[in-house]
């Protein structure tokens, strides 16, 4: 026969009485030191959570867990419980509470001591200035020169003997595709290009305009660009290589080192664009600073493309045209001024290394960082959307 353990009535008892009895001393404690609505309040909770509390008290007096609930006596016992008055976690019939994590409350952190009270020990503002007023804005667009090409809403200043069908290179033009490997690979000939400065935008110049500073530069730019192809699901290289540095005459033959060795490691890049700010001045030594007219705060992008027409072999210049020709036309769609005119040169910037290749210059030097900033990431957005 199996044998049930019993409980000796007298200890039983003995322990009962001792548990009472602790409990009536700990509640009349808080009652006199403490708040006695608190208390209440911890016995009401408790009371909404019966089995749960039952089975915490006998872990905490060493009792079985009572049936039917908690006694009146017991959730004084539990409410006063240095180990159990914790809050308890919120249950529902359906899905059973987990187990609470108990913890001893934490310590009041120290006081801080007080810091010596001297005339220069407040933090340095930020510098900060205001872009000059005298720098005149403009909008961009074809004008009535024979130089001028247009079809549609794109347009392109030719500087070539070649006067390009663009309609017929817009019907052409290559589809940018997604496959394994990095897809596209941002990078700046001139990468110390820098902006006029406004606000907190301040930068120590290595020239005119330019700047050592990677948070002032291109490279910022190019980085806001990166940023925006990353988050549509590309993976981007980025060059953040001072090709112009120290040497700016050799920049395009540095740069074209750099772009053919990713070439060679990544052959999956199919977009590889060059990043530039272009620069405004007239005879009289005015700035201009371009505006995209349809949206506030930003800058106009323009994309100079090469040819062969300097004598040296290009004989992709035409794709890459085409490929310009049709992010020009996306962003006059969203966007009417956000795009200049196309320039055309019988320079190859690079861009004879691989067909898809871009380049585009971001504002001028008389715009200000976060118009640039603005233009690049529409751009940037724009591009992105052309992916197959």
Not at 206 to 228: A, C, F, P, W
Request: net charge negative; with cysteine; hydrophobic share 40%.
């Amino acid at each position: 026969m199996k044998k049930t353990r019993t409980t000796h009535p007298i200890r039983k008892g003995l322990r009962r009485g001792l548990a009472v009895f602790l409990a009536a001393m700990a509640l009349w404690l808080v009652w006199l030191t403490g708040d006695p609505a608190a208390a209440l309040d911890e016995l009401a909770a408790l009371a909404g959570n019966a089995e749960l509390a039952a089975s915490l008290l006998a872990a905490e007096l060493g009792t079985a867990p009572a049936e039917g609930g908690l006694s009146p006596l017991d959730r004084l016992v539990l409410a006063q419980s240095s180990l159990l008055r914790g809050p308890l976690p919120s249950s529902s019939p359906e899905v059973p509470s987990p187990a609470p994590v108990i913890s001893p409350p934490p310590s009041p952190a120290p006081s801080p001591s007080p810091e010596p009270d001297h005339e220069d020990s407040d933090p340095e503002p930020p510098r900060t200035t205001t872009a000059p007023e005298d720098i005149i804005p403009k909008t961009m667009v074809a004008g009535s020169s024979s130089n001028y090409i247009i079809s549609g809403n794109v347009s392109l200043y030719d500087h070539t003997d070649y006067a390009p069908d663009l309609a017929a290179l817009l019907d052409n033009a290559p589809k940018l595709t997604r496959g394994e490997g990095p897809q596209i690979l941002i990078y700046h000939s001139h990468a110390t290009e820098a902006y006029t400065m406004d606000g907190a935008d301040m930068y120590d110049e290595s020239g005119d305009h330019r700047t050592l500073d990677l948070n002032y530069n291109m490279i910022r730019v190019g980085e806001e660009m990166k940023q925006v192809f990353e988050a549509a699901g590309f993976e981007v290289i980025h060059d953040k290589t001072l090709y112009d540095y120290p040497n700016y005459n050799d920049s395009y033959a540095r740069s074209s080192q750099g772009v053919a060795q990713w070439l060679e490691q990544y052959p999956s890049l199919t977009l590889i664009l060059d990043v530039h700010r272009d620069a405004l001045v007239a005879t009289d030594g005015t700035i201009y600073k371009t505006v995209a007219g349809t949206v506030d705060g930003c800058a106009q992008v323009m994309m100079v493309m090469g040819t062969d027409e300097s004598g040296l072999a290009h004989p992709n210049w035409r794709v890459n045209l085409s490929l310009a020709l049709e992010i020009q036309k996306a962003l006059a769609d969203k966007w009417a001024t956000l795009a200049r005119p196309i320039v055309l040169r019988p320079t190859r910037f690079n861009q004879q290394l691989s067909t898809g290749m871009l380049l585009v210059e971001v504002g001028t030097h008389g715009n200000t960082l976060q118009e640039a900033i603005t233009a690049a990431r529409l751009y940037a957005r724009t591009a992105a959307e052309l992916f197959g």
